[in-house]
């Protein structure tokens, strides 16, 4: 079982930069790949990247195309934390932000379903 805790959402001004912080509880945080996704307001909820690892490869992140080269996805598995780091924000990045945990593999999977365990979400508002 991991239970996972968003925060660091806030309001921010389009061009701003935000860093979300998902802390796990448990002992088997690095055995998980941990993506972020985020839901908008009247829109389905949708993936942002993920982070996968393994202790030969090192990590590796996969971003949806709306936020490649803006957002940037860390992990400190010593802290039991996943980061998004935002940049550049623009208003249609305003949302509902989720981070979840799901089978350590290295490939891209953005498919809800298949990650295991979700936060709460934190919001995060930019303004134009």
């Known amino acids: 079982q991991v239970q996972l805790v968003e925060s660091g959402g806030g309001l921010v001004q389009a061009g701003g930069s935000l860093r979300l912080s998902c802390a796990a509880s448990g002992r088997t945080f690095s055995s998980y790949a941990m993506g972020w996704f985020r839901q908008a307001p009247g829109k389905e909820r949708e993936f942002v990247g993920r982070?996968?690892?393994?202790?030969?490869?090192?990590?590796?992140?996969y971003y949806a195309d709306s936020v490649k080269g803006r957002f940037t996805i860390s992990r400190d598995n010593a802290k039991n934390t996943v980061y998004l780091q935002m940049n550049s924000l623009k208003p249609e990045d305003t949302a509902v932000y989720y981070c979840?945990?799901?089978?350590?593999?290295?490939?891209?999977?953005?498919?809800?379903?298949?990650?295991?365990?979700w936060g709460q979400g934190t919001q995060v508002t930019v303004s134009s």
């Open positions: 982070i996968a690892w393994n202790g030969w490869s090192g990590s590796i992140t």
């Open positions: 979840a945990a799901g089978r350590n593999t290295l490939y891209e999977i953005r498919n809800e379903g298949d990650y295991d365990y």
